[in-house]
């Protein structure tokens, strides 16, 4: 089911990227996560601020590629605890886990295709 449109995913991404930017600042993680936080809140700013969409500045990343993205981003995510060796029950593991279902599920429920106005296509 696709209910979110373009706009609305546009503010859970600012919602996402707050997150991520206040993490280090919110949880006792190590260095290296807190580093990883800021790299990656910086990385869905830039790409949100490139997508043709409504919240976006420069747009010229499609709507669909920003979704890949996305959910590349979420899978991530998931795996990171496992990859990282993350201990059970850490702040690492639980933040990593989180922010990936929560990426994935934004995905499924975003209407990719539903954008009907676009600065790059719209004449006039």
């Known amino acids: ?15 996402f990227i707050t997150v991520l930017a206040m993490a280090p600042i919110m949880f006792d993680l190590e260095p290296a996560v807190d580093t990883a936080c ?10 949100t601020l490139l997508t043709d969409f409504k ?6 990343i499609p709507f ?4 890949w993205l996305d959910l590349l981003t979420g899978i991530a995510l998931l795996a990171a605890p496992f990859l990282f060796h993350f201990e059970n029950g850490s702040a690492e593991r639980n933040l990593s886990w989180l922010l ?8 499924f429920i ?15």
């Not at 696709?2 to 546009?10: E, N, P, Q, R, Y």
């Not at 919240?55 to 010229?60: Q, S, T, W, Y």
């Not at 975003?110 to 006039?124: A, I, L, N, V, Y």
């Open 100 to 107: 990936g279902v929560v990426s994935v599920v934004t995905w």
């Open 55 to 60: 919240l976006g500045i420069f747009r010229v």
């Open 110 to 124: 975003t209407d990719w295709k539903g954008q009907t106005r676009s600065m790059m296509t719209d004449q006039g």
């Open 38 to 47: 800021f790299v990656l809140a910086g990385g869905y700013l830039l790409i």
């Open 1 to 15: 089911m696709k209910i979110l449109s373009s706009t609305a995913h546009g503010f859970i991404d600012v919602a």
């Open 64 to 67: 669909p590629v920003h979704g």
